[in-house]
């Protein structure tokens, strides 16, 4: 990257000095504690997206100020004092399914917001050093998973999925002890708002329903206002969450997305995927994967993640309890919106499974189509993304364009079965082929971030090459464009991914 220097401060000083009132600092201190970063030293820009940028007014370019990595490290502390110090919050939350207590904000501070074209933006440094909310971690993060967290932010964005979204990677020479030696850096990361079901936990836990109250006023007035309008909006509340979780996980499970650590700190209250750590996507379709090697008993594997949700919505009702109505009614109010979580899941996932297999209208058996798809795929470990990718070359007329989909599965009777299926119920359809092959391409991604990819990405890195983390994101940033040339990024993982293990430790 090379171009002419942009002036430092007037890009970077404005998520701390607009003036503007910092909405999650007014909810007062019992919320978070006040802190600078702890500089890094020497840091380096190793990944920026410029998309991330527009989100928060800063220029295609801002990368390239000399001034860029030092602030996006979280070191102009001079700068900070008082209400422009970044804070870290408090929250609590369960962990694998056990009650963990107090969390929090342990390596992330917030900076501030800025205003964008879709309106404000938080702004949170991840690795930006201890807080009081550490416990026995060393409040940083390593370029291993920092890489990780900032490619697959942005590449859950182009796939259309709710998340989180990463502005940059700064880099440092620091050590970070993990399993062995690495080395430091921060994520800057952009969401409207960074407040997790354990915020709402913490303060039930703690017994102060005051605080429940204004955490759940403060997501309403600044994220859903609509919910203002209802007859007790704390309910609506609960419901949209349950909807927009619900919906989430319906599309991790449309495109093969594992989170691996869905404990009920990792889930946003906007139903954004959050806290990428051993994430993975599916290579060949195993119903049953767990990516999370610390998930000994596959709590969070990919089939049990709509499960997952719900319990951890079941958590969240439980926080929000005390405002939902008196004793039994409130109890059985927070049932019935809780209940509503399988229609919209469900929903959901029909309708992004139907359009992923070209289907226009609704019928009778398509979930059933669907399933018997993904029986023979987890039979056959079929890779996920080519499977669904190439179904678009199959015709409703004859088996010509069958070979694409055919040779990802070791057993051809079965899949012959599954595809003279899918032919009758594609002949019921009116749309011709080439109209639903360009359809199905505009859902069905051909590039996703792989585990060797990001692999690949890391290696280079931490030989001080950065050419392939901008790489990768540029592919990822047009998934469900062909991008000729860059074929290799689409390809089966090589026989080298297969011994990858994605721990914990980040
Ligand atoms: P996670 O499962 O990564 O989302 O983290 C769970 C909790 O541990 C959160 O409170 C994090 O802030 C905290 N945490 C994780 N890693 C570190 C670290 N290296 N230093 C301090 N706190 C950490
Ligand atoms: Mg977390």
């Keep these: 990257m090379s171009s002419i220097p942009l002036p430092v401060r007037p890009a970077f000083t404005f998520p701390l000095s607009n003036g503007a009132p910092h909405a999650f600092a007014a909810l007062g201190s019992a919320f978070f504690t006040r802190l600078p970063a702890t500089p890094l030293p020497a840091p380096y820009v190793v990944g920026f997206s410029p998309e991330t940028a527009a989100l928060i007014g800063l220029p295609a370019d801002a990368a390239m100020s000399p001034g860029f990595a030092e602030w996006f490290a979280g070191n102009p502390t001079r700068e900070w004092s008082g209400d422009t110090l970044p804070l870290a919050s408090v929250y609590s939350g369960h962990q694998f399914g056990v009650w963990a ?275 023979v795929m987890h039979a056959n470990r079929a890779d996920f993304t080519l499977t669904f990718r190439n179904l678009a070359a199959v015709s409703r007329h004859d088996a010509r364009g069958d070979s694409p989909v055919r040779d990802l599965f070791l057993d051809r009777a079965a899949i012959d079965v599954w595809l003279a299926e899918y032919r009758t119920r594609l002949e019921s359809e009116s749309r011709d082929d080439a109209d639903r092959a360009i359809a199905m391409n505009r859902v069905n991604p051909r590039f996703i971030l792989r585990n060797h990819l990001a692999e690949t990405a890391i290696r280079q890195a931490n030989e001080k090459d950065f050419s392939e983390v901008e790489r990768l994101l540029d592919v990822l940033r047009h998934p469900f464009d062909e991008q000729p040339g860059r074929e290799a990024y689409a390809a089966l993982p090589p026989s080298w991914a297969s011994s990858l293990e994605v721990s914990c430790s980040s």
């Design 101 to 375: 207590g107090q969390l929090g904000d342990g390596r992330a501070l917030l900076l501030g917001e800025a205003e964008g074209p879709a309106g404000r933006q938080e702004i949170q440094l991840k690795g930006a050093g201890l807080t009081p909310y550490s416990r026995m971690g060393d409040g940083r993060a390593v370029l291993r998973s920092s890489i990780r967290e900032f490619l697959c932010s942005e590449a859950m964005h182009h796939l259309g999925i709710p998340t989180t979204r990463a502005l940059s990677i700064v880099g440092s020479d620091a050590p970070v002890r993990r399993e062995e030696i690495e080395t430091a850096a921060v994520v800057a990361r952009v969401a409207p708002s960074f407040v997790r079901f354990g915020h709402f936990e913490h303060w039930f836990s703690n017994d102060q329903p005051d605080r429940v109250r204004e955490l759940a006023d403060h997501v309403i007035d600044r994220l859903y206002p609509g919910c203002r309008k209802a007859v007790n909006p704390y309910l609506a509340l609960l419901a949209v969450a349950v909807e927009r979780t619900a919906l989430m996980v319906a599309h991790w499970q449309a495109v093969g997305f594992c989170h691996g650590v869905m404990n009920t700190d990792n889930m946003s209250i906007l139903g954004l995927t959050i806290d990428y750590g051993p994430f993975g996507f599916l290579d060949g379709f195993d119903a049953n994967h767990i990516c999370n090697h610390s998930d000994n008993r596959g709590r969070y594997s990919y089939k049990n993640q709509p499960q997952v949700a719900y319990w951890n919505l079941f958590c969240l009702a439980q926080a929000l309890l005390p405002l939902l109505g008196e004793g039994e009614a409130g109890v059985e109010a927070a049932q019935g919106i809780l209940e509503t979580y399988r229609g919209h899941f469900a929903g959901g996932l029909d309708r992004l499974l139907r359009a992923k297999l070209g289907l226009v209208e609704p019928r009778e058996g398509d979930d059933g189509l669907a399933n018997r798809l993904f029986e």
